[in-house]
């Protein structure tokens, strides 16, 4: 087996920080950051590079992702609850490359940038 090949069927933490996401973006890494609160929620504190796919709509939309389905996709809400189980369900559905981004956005105003409101 090449290391091409242990890299493709290397399985990605559930988890990810949000250390490891804000390093990500600085890096310009290749991956989709997925926001699945309310677009109330949205509305009043967002990071700027997420996509809004609410957690209520995930199911209906799960064809937006199709593209992505061999990328890398973070998925973050309030605090990682919802998150998680929207991770959960993509590995799920073939996307083995999902991940929740432990804390959600709280943690993110908290460690990354606490000029974010928080709620």
């Not at 996401?21 to 926001?35: I, Q, Y």
């Not at 509305?43 to 199911?59: C, D, G, N, R, Y």
Request: proline share 4%; hydrophobic share 30%; glycine share 6%.
């Amino acid at each position: 087996m090449s290391s091409s090949d242990n890299q493709t069927t290397e399985k990605l933490p559930l988890e990810v920080t949000v250390q490891d996401v804000h390093r990500m973006l600085e890096d310009r890494e290749d991956f989709l950051l997925v926001d699945c609160r309310e677009p109330h929620e949205h509305e009043f504190v967002h990071l700027k590079s997420a996509t809004l796919i609410p957690m209520s709509q995930i199911q209906g939309r799960v064809e937006e992702l199709e593209p992505h389905r061999d990328r890398r996709i973070v998925v973050h809400c309030h605090h990682g609850g919802r998150s998680m189980q929207v991770t959960e369900w993509l590995r799920q559905m073939g996307y083995e490359k999902t991940q929740n981004m432990a804390g959600g956005i709280h943690a993110w105003s908290q460690e990354i940038d606490a000029g974010l409101p928080t709620y």
